[in-house]
């Protein structure tokens, strides 16, 4: 076991691999999505390599004077929890899109408790956290039970309560909870014991870049190095299989529920604890959404989530304040390339499945079968007596 275990670890990584070729056609897709985005920058009558260039300087650079990537980093927290939330679920074999609503009401819960309960010291701020990861879970619960009670379509479940969630927010900062003597729909101010500690106060970069990484250190153990994991993934990768070995589906799809919204009730408490400091009107704009495409895009790997959540940080800042700022350029067209990088990556699974049958045919030396033309000659069967 140990030799076979050192030959896998010493063993070259090569395109056989599914890892190798996951990545391959992931870059792929994005190297892809970027040139449709240079075609629609060109149409515009811009130069295309002038404003890619913008975009990696407003997004990613740090200079003595001004540190972009600063404002990158901030962005970071709640998208990457979101892309782990959508890691946990669909590798579950769970396809919802829940991320939004689930991060809406875990907003909401710790700046409740944050500005409404005078908690004691380092207890305030566990006390909100604790409060939006089991609103998060919490929310996740009902579609998860309507999955597997009453089979309820889980992706038009989640839908459904994306936009509950959102609404109701929206009603709760408005009228009961809403500050007072504010023109505006948003919550009192919490409490200073409530707020994340933060490392730059203009770009508000702080704790939430240690709590994402954190997350995504655990989110990796706990799917690939525990049986919970391997339960959790067989369940979603190879149904068959996991019923055959005892693994039932219903539980592992109410966990992966839970733990999925509750990380994306973790990431709307990162944004109102550590850089709103408040509930506002509209705070989930679209952050579960794109932590979901961030997770397709690393292929739903917590650590490529994590890469692709800060790609798209960056290309979301640079979008703003490049394109936007200094070029004129409309910044949904971050938005836009993200879109065709989604799609390109949806089609991964065909294109890698005609790609094994094209190597399995070069290396066994076999042709696919052709249609016979319809000038052959018909071959005539066998006579049985051997005559």
């Not at 700046?111 to 908690?119: D, K, N, Q, S, T």
Request: some cysteine; charged content about 10%.
């Amino acid at each position: 076991m140990t030799e076979l275990r050192e030959a896998a670890i010493s063993s070259p990584l090569t395109l056989s691999d599914p890892r190798v070729r996951a990545v391959v056609v992931s870059l792929g897709a994005a190297l892809l999505g970027l040139l449709v985005g240079a075609l629609l920058i060109r149409i515009g009558g811009a130069d295309p390599l002038a404003a890619a260039a913008t975009v990696l300087d407003a997004g990613f650079s740090c200079r003595p004077d001004r540190c972009d990537l600063l404002n990158t980093l901030a962005l970071l927290p709640p998208l990457g929890l979101c892309a782990l939330a959508g890691v946990v679920v669909l590798r579950s074999g769970m396809f919802s899109i829940g991320q939004e609503g689930q991060y809406a009401v875990g907003g909401v819960a710790a700046g409740w408790v944050g500005y409404a309960l005078p908690l004691p010291g380092v207890t305030h701020l566990l006390g909100a956290i604790l409060a939006a990861v089991l609103a998060g879970a919490l929310w996740a619960l009902v579609p998860a039970l309507l999955k597997v009670r009453f089979g309820v379509n889980e992706l038009i479940c989640s839908i459904i309560f994306n936009n509950i969630a959102i609404l109701l927010v929206s009603y709760l900062i408005s009228f009961p909870m809403r500050a007072d003597r504010s023109s505006q729909p948003f919550t009192p101010r919490i409490e200073r014991s409530a707020q994340l500690p933060v490392f730059d106060t203009a770009s508000k970069v702080g704790v939430g870049v240690v709590v994402v990484v954190t997350a995504t250190v655990a989110v990796w153990f706990l799917l690939f190095r525990t049986t919970w994991g391997y339960e959790q993934r067989m369940t979603g990768e190879a149904p068959a299989f996991g019923l055959h070995s005892g693994m039932a589906a219903g539980p592992a799809a109410v966990r992966a529920m839970l733990v999925s919204g509750g990380i994306a009730g973790l990431a709307g408490a990162v944004q109102v604890l550590g850089v709103n400091y408040r509930v506002v009107d509209g705070f989930a704009d679209g952050t579960g959404f794109n932590g979901l495409t961030a997770a397709l895009l690393g292929g739903l790997s917590p650590v490529g989530a994590l890469v692709a959540a800060f790609a798209f940080a960056g290309i979301s800042t640079g979008a703003v304040n490049g394109l936007q700022v200094q070029l004129g350029i409309p910044s949904e067209l971050g938005g836009t390339v993200f879109a065709v990088m989604i799609v390109l990556v949806a089609l991964r699974p065909p294109v890698l499945r005609r790609w094994q049958e094209h190597r399995r045919r070069t290396t066994d030396g076999t042709a696919p079968p052709t249609r016979p033309s319809a000038d052959a000659a018909p071959v005539a069967a066998p006579d049985p007596s051997g005559r």
